[in-house]
C-alpha cells in the first residue's frame, strides 16, 4: 500500500508542466472505446472516426511494396525525398495554382506533424494564435506545447469565419492565424470573397496564416477550395500552407503529410525535424509519390461516395427536430446543434454510447458544448441504423 501510493507521488512529480497541461485527444480515445466495445461483441455504430472507410488505392499499396522489395529502406533527407518535393511542386502548380521550389516544401509524418512543426519554428512564448470556433482538438494543444496563447474566434450561426469578428480579437500579441478550408467538425469552407477581407486584416498586422488544407478534395454542391496563398504575392509571403495524404488517399495510417511556404521557415522546420523525427518513412514517401502520379480515379470514387452519404444523413436529419444541422460543404462530418434535448454534448455522447451503442464526438472537444460530430466516413448502411438510433435516443430524451 504505502509502495503503491510513494510509486504515484513520485509519477505525478516526473511529468513536465508543459506535458501536465496537455488533453489527450477525444475523438481518439471515443474510437477506442467503441472499438473495445466492438471486440466484446457489442453491434456499436461508430461515428467518431476521422478517416475514410476506404483502403488506400492498390497502385499506392503496390509502389510500397515495390519500394521494400528494392530496399528504399534507409535514411533520406529529412526534408524527403527529391522527386517527392518536385511531384508536390505540380500539384500545388495544377491543384491550387501556386508556384513553390522544392526547396518551399518540407515532408512530415502526416498532417499532424506539420502544424506541430510550424507552430514550433514561428511561436515564442506568449503570442496569441486566432482560432476561430469550432477548432479541430489538436490545434489548441499544439498551440499551448508551443507556448502560445489561443484566442477563440467566434463564427457564425453556419460557423463561417468573418473578417469583422476576426478583427475584434487582434491584440498587440497576435501572431498566427488558424485556418481550416473545408473545416473539421463542421465542413465549413471560406469563400474566397472572406478569405480577401482576412488577407487584408493579416498583412495591415503582419501576421502568419496556417492554412491546413487536409480536406481540400472533400467539397460538394459545386463548391470550390480555394487556398489563401493563391490570393497574391504579398498573402503568399505569409501563408504556410499544411496538408497530407491522409484523407484524399486514405493513407491515414502510412503518416505522410507536407509543409510549403516562405523558404526561410521550411529551412527552419526542416533542421527543427532533423533533430525530431529524421525523415518520414522512407517507403510512404514512395507510397505518396504514386499517389501523386498515379490515377486519380478513387479519389473521385470516395468523394462520390461521401457525397451520397452526406445528403442522406442530411435528409434523415429533417427527421430528428432534436438536432439542428448546418449544411457542410466539404470534409466528411456533420456538427449538428443539440435543440431539442436538455443534456450537453459529453452527456449526450456518453449516454447514447452506453444505452445505444452510438459513437459521436461530442461538440465540446471542439470548443462548443451544444453540437455533436458524427462522421460519414462509415458504410450507408451503419449511416441507417445509427440514425435510427438517435431518433431512438432523442425521443426517449425529448424536451417536454
Ligand atoms: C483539420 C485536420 N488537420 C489535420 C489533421 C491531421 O491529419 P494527419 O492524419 O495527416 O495527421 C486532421 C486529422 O483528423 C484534421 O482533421
Redesign the pocket.
Known sequence: MVLRSSYRFCRLSMISNRASKIEASPTLAIDAKAKNMRKNGIHVINFSV??PDFPTPENIKEAAIKAINEDFTYYTPASGIPELREALVKKLKSFNGLDYDPDQISISC????S?FNIMQVILNPGDEVLLPVPY?V?YLEQIKLAGGKPILVPTDSQYKIHAELLKEKITDRSRLLIL?SP??PAGTICEEEELRKISEIILEKDLWIIS?E??ESFIYDGKKHASIASLNQDVYNRTII?N????TYSM?GW?V?YTAGPIEIIKAINSFQSHVTSNPNSIAQKAALEALLGSQNSVRKMIDSFDKRRKYILKRFKEISELDCNVPEGAFYVFPKIVGVKMKSMDFAKKILKELHVALVPGIAFGIDENLRLSYAISIEDIEEGLNRIYEFCNRNILH
Do not use: A, P, Q
Open positions: 476521422g478517416e502526416g498532417g499532424k506533424h502544424l479541430w489538436s481550416n473545416s473539421n491546413d487536409v480536406y499544411s497530407s495524404f491522409s484523407k491515414t503518416r503529410g
